[in-house]
């Protein structure tokens, strides 16, 4: 991990002391940690442990009943998905969710859609700033294309390409974003293990290259343990553990929790 | 496609049921060629009734029944403004309307239902036709106005070379024709090559996606009720140029309704191909399987237009239930 593009930097993104409740049901409780600028992180836990609820209160899809989200300095505990999504976070679905209906290039094309200025009766006509717009932004998005490896597919439907090709594609839409933060909801959730170690090499590689920092969620504790920097586990909603895979791979409470010991 | 069959089958028979009048020397080819020329112009409008439907419905999943009140409301606007300015200023005034009321419709139904059932969204449609209907009368008034388009009304007579006889179009229905045409055309424009249209395809494919890519569900709504009033706009004033603006003119959403069970509600394709088909089908059921049902049955044989329609959408209900365009439907269970 030491031979990076970019150095571990200051702290990016802090979750402050959040609870989140269902009616009667806990899925967070009083769960603080932090995010540093370039680093990959993962949060682990099993079944239940409140791990993608925390990605959807980062990502603004809830909105927890206390405790705040600070990111690159602001505050924030109210913010909806599109505002996160214009203040530089990203995401990826554990069931993915792309858009059916249109070829890989428009899906990766859909990610830029918050940078494109140009007026509407320009771009439909393709004229003058539109144009140079849009070549602007194919050019990025061919980029990441190259860099994801899914040039033969550019054309093709999402919906006809096999399971790992799509979570790629989801991939590159996040990414074409340019997303100072990446949230990785289970990557490598319904994978084989070509695709999961393709995955690997891909979050690694975006990290390195982009310098996109990247907070995931997995269930499965050694895919992590290779790529993080550091782990957060949770287990019941609540924070058990917190630091580099080897110090959280010794933690007695962590063993506890995965090995199933009684509450 | 062997399970295509029923609809095969009932594409062929519609097919048939065309060319028969023809065939057996029933009409002479210009009567023909005019009854066609005049389904296909019903046809135009239904469409772009059900273009409406499906573009909200598309966007998000709300399956607006308010789409012909929003048309004889649209139309209404539109006559009143034009005795008072020239007609392509109260057009542009009436498009305006129809965007304040997309934001209205947002505001005040749409968003603090979100995430509600979908016949819970359908009511509140429902409520807004009432409300529409209500309110187009109390502020633009309840007779019957006119729009004129200042085109000719007298039919022409072409094609006499071809044809004995000649066939009579109307000049307006022509260029009622090529408004639709060109209409489609921007509409097929705007969501293939803008970054917006772009936008509301991501929308009407999946939401929570399309929002953590930073698109605003709420502005996109707007956007996709304003462009279903514009087309709402569009087919008032064609209508209302026809046979005047009246609360009549709401009652064609009810025919839109077959034109897009036939055509498939989340298809913009299937909402204009739907229409064609439903217009020229009515029209020739009406003029050819009328009198065959008077010599046959001994019935008085008239009204075919007014229940053939959903005779049509009840068939393919039952062979593809999704449509001809539509989405097949798949339920994870």
Not at chain 1, 48 to 62: D, E, F, Q, R, T
Not at chain 1, 145 to 173: C, H, M, N, S
Not at chain 2, 26 to 41: D, K, N, R, T, W
Not at chain 2, 225 to 241: E, F
Request: hydrophobic share 55%; proline share 4%; charged share 15%.
């Amino acid at each position: 991990m030491s031979q990076r593009g970019n150095p571990i930097g200051e702290v990016i993104l802090s979750v402050e002391g959040v609870s989140l409740a269902f009616g009667g049901v806990r899925a967070l409780t009083d769960v603080s940690f932090e995010v540093r600028e370039h680093e990959v992180r993962a949060i682990i836990g099993p079944n239940g442990a409140g791990k993608s609820s925390m990605l959807n209160v980062i990502n603004g899809v809830y909105h927890p009943q206390q405790g705040t989200i600070r990111f690159l300095g602001q505050t924030y505990h109210d913010m909806d998905p599109h505002e996160t999504a214009l203040a530089g976070i990203a995401r990826t679905f554990q069931n993915l969710a792309l858009f059916k209906g249109m070829s890989v290039l428009e899906n990766i094309l859909t990610g830029r859609n918050l940078r494109m200025r140009a007026n509407l009766l320009l771009q439909a006509l393709r004229a003058g700033p539109a144009l140079r717009e849009e070549i602007e932004h194919r050019e990025r998005v061919e980029h990441i294309i190259d860099f994801l490896e899914i040039q033969p597919w550019r054309k093709t439907p999402v919906g006809r390409l096999p399971y790992g090709l799509q979570k790629r594609v989801d991939l590159a839409r996040a990414l074409a974003m340019e997303p100072r933060v990446l949230l990785l909801d289970e990557p490598m959730a319904g994978m084989n293990l070509e695709e999961k170690q393709d995955m690997c090499r891909f979050i690694l590689d975006v990290n390195d290259h982009f310098g996109t920092t990247i907070v995931l969620i997995e269930h499965d504790m050694g895919v992590v343990m290779d790529i993080s920097d550091r782990v957060v586990v949770l287990d019941y909603g609540k924070k058990i553990g917190d630091g580099t895979p080897h110090e959280v791979r010794a933690s007695q409470a962590v063993i506890d929790a995965y090995l199933g010991v009684s509450h | 496609m062997a399970r295509n069959w029923p609809v095969v089958l009932l594409c062929a028979a519609l097919l048939v049921g065309l060319a028969l009048p023809l065939a057996t020397g029933a009409s002479p080819p210009g009567f023909y060629v005019e009854v066609l020329l005049g389904g296909l112009m019903t046809g135009v409008l239904y469409s772009l009734v059900a273009m409406g439907f499906a573009l909200i419905f598309k966007a998000s999943g709300v399956f607006n029944f308010a789409q012909g009140a929003m048309v004889l409301f649209a139309a209404l606007a539109v006559a009143r403004l034009a005795e008072r300015m020239p007609l392509w200023a109260a057009i542009l005034l009436g498009i305006v309307v129809m965007i304040a009321l997309a934001f209205v419709i947002e505001r005040v139904v749409l968003r603090p239902l979100v995430n509600q059932e979908g016949i819970a969204l359908f009511m509140a449609t429902l409520g807004v036709t009432f409300f529409l209907d209500g309110f187009g009368q109390t502020v633009w008034g309840s007779d019957i106005y006119k729009i004129d388009l200042g085109i000719a009304k007298e039919p022409v007579m072409v094609l006499q070379g071809l044809f004995q006889g000649g066939i009579l179009i109307n000049k307006e229905d022509v260029a009622a024709a090529l408004v639709a045409v060109a209409l489609v055309a921007v509409l097929a424009l705007f969501f293939q090559k803008t970054a917006t249209g772009r936008a509301l395809r991501a929308v009407a494919d999946d939401h929570q996606a399309a929002q953590s890519i930073g698109i605003p569900l709420n502005r996109m709504w707007v956007i996709v009720w304003s462009v279903a009033g514009i087309v709402a706009l569009v087919a008032g004033v064609i209508w209302g140029s026809r046979l005047g603006v009246q609360f009549s003119v709401s009652l064609v959403a009810l025919k839109a309704l077959p034109v897009v069970i036939l055509g498939g509600l989340t298809s913009v394709t299937g909402a204009i191909v739907g229409g064609l088909i439903i217009g020229v089908g009515e029209k020739m059921a009406e003029v050819f399987l009328g009198p065959v049902l008077v010599k046959t049955f001994d019935l008085a044989g008239g009204g075919i237009e007014n229940w053939f329609a959903y005779v049509l959408a009840l068939l393919f209900l039952l062979v593809r239930p999704q449509g001809l365009f539509g989405e097949k439907h798949i339920d994870r269970v």
